[in-house]
């Protein structure tokens, strides 16, 4: 099976502009869970999507957001960008419960750098 | 409230050597998963491990080996005769049965040298 695909893979963006990233799933996955990495903060929870909804948010201004397809592919949004939205954003693709099998499955991510 | 401590910032070893990256978690969740994520420049996480709190059983597969132990609270990750393709960050995260999302620990960067 192929696995999590994002693009663009880099990004350079200007102070005020906004930026939409992509992120299609394993094949058979429905779930799409998305997270921030930065020097200094880390690994962080931005977003999870299933069926089309999202199911979880983490601690985010509104300016990010995202949504799901029918096909489970997601897309996520960063409006009026800051220098400190610069981060590599990873995707991740879960299957569908069973037993406890939830296993999350990362993408290559998207490095945005926010001039 | 979850959280992950990986004390250990970066560990550099000389190939063949044994290394042991700690973990430390904490969370309310009587039910939890544990999981070790590989971070190699190139970006992406490799999902190395899972393990669920109702089984405390060591794993081990090749030259990972893992030790899980709940009266510590740890899940240590040790690497036998290390190699110069194991140099990455390396992360555990933990999962409470009641949250979707991971919690990161701030990562591990291992260096192996020639």
């Known amino acids: 099976k192929a696995g999590v695909t994002q693009t663009p893979r880099y990004l350079i963006k200007t102070r005020g502009q906004q930026v939409t990233l992509s992120c299609s799933p394993i094949?058979?996955?429905?779930?799409v869970s998305w997270y921030q990495q930065t020097p200094g903060q880390g690994l962080q929870f931005l977003f999870e999507y299933f069926s089309e909804t999202q199911r979880n948010k983490g601690n985010f201004p509104g300016r990010f957001s995202g949504r799901q397809f029918s096909n489970s592919r997601s897309e996520m949004n960063v409006s009026t960008l800051e220098l400190g939205d610069s981060a590599l954003y990873l995707c991740?693709?879960?299957?569908?419960?069973?037993?406890?099998?939830?296993?999350?499955?990362f993408g290559p991510g998207t490095r945005l750098t926010v001039l | 409230a979850q959280k992950v401590t990986q004390a250990q910032t970066e560990i550099s070893v000389v190939e063949k050597e044994d290394v042991t990256l700690d973990c430390v978690y904490e969370?309310?969740?009587?039910?939890?998963?544990l999981f070790w994520y590989k971070q190699p420049p190139s970006g992406e996480l490799v999902f190395l491990i899972r393990?669920?709190?109702?089984?405390?059983q060591n794993e081990i597969s090749g030259r990972y080996s893992w030790n899980f132990q709940k009266s510590t609270s740890s899940f240590n990750f040790t690497i036998t005769a290390s190699q110069v393709v194991d140099s990455a960050v390396y992360f555990c995260a933990l999962r409470g049965g009641s949250a979707r999302q991971l919690t990161f620990g701030s990562g591990t960067q291992l260096t192996v040298l020639p």
């Open positions: 094949s058979g996955h429905r779930s």
């Open positions: 969370t309310r969740d009587t039910t939890y998963y």
């Open positions: 991740a693709s879960s299957p569908p419960r069973a037993g406890g099998t939830d296993t999350q499955y």
């Open positions: 393990r669920n709190s109702f089984d405390e």
